[in-house]
């Protein structure tokens, strides 16, 4: 068994070659072998959001705190709100981030494969994320 308390990881600011606008990561728990499974909060402020990307397995997001929206390649744009969760298919090109005047928080739930979870892609327009 292993208790990481709260306080032991330090934050981070998404780069910009993952988000536009300010978001910072806050790490819970990364993937320890054979589990491939990974887990962490990120919390975007007003506008921000990821580029596209997708992931291999899958992934999984619970909203925790605010208002913000979820994109898909070629789908709607989707508000999201605190309680709500969000599943991506393997392989399903989407992007995450706040509302376009509210912060958003989300858990992030993703499982590596061949040690990669993410593959990030190019950004996500204005004229896309305002959709
Ligand atoms: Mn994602």
Not at 12 to 36: C, E, K, Q, W, Y
Not at 67 to 87: F, H, I
Request: charged share 20%; with cysteine.
């Amino acid at each position: 068994m292993q208790i990481k308390p709260n306080g032991s990881q330090a934050s981070s600011i998404g780069p910009v070659t993952n988000f536009t606008g300010h978001a910072r990561r806050d790490p819970i728990h990364t993937a320890l072998d054979p589990s491939r499974l990974a887990v962490g909060q990120v919390t975007f402020d007003p506008g921000a959001r990821t580029v596209w990307h997708t992931h291999p397995v899958g992934q999984l997001l619970i909203i925790t705190a605010g208002c913000g929206r979820v994109g898909t390649w070629g789908g709607e744009v989707r508000e999201v709100k605190a309680g709500d969760s969000v599943w991506f298919e393997p392989g399903e090109k989407h992007w995450h981030g706040a509302g376009l005047t509210t912060a958003m928080s989300h858990i992030a739930v993703t499982e590596a494969e061949n040690g990669s979870a993410v593959d990030w892609l190019e950004p996500v327009s204005d004229e896309d994320y305002a959709k």
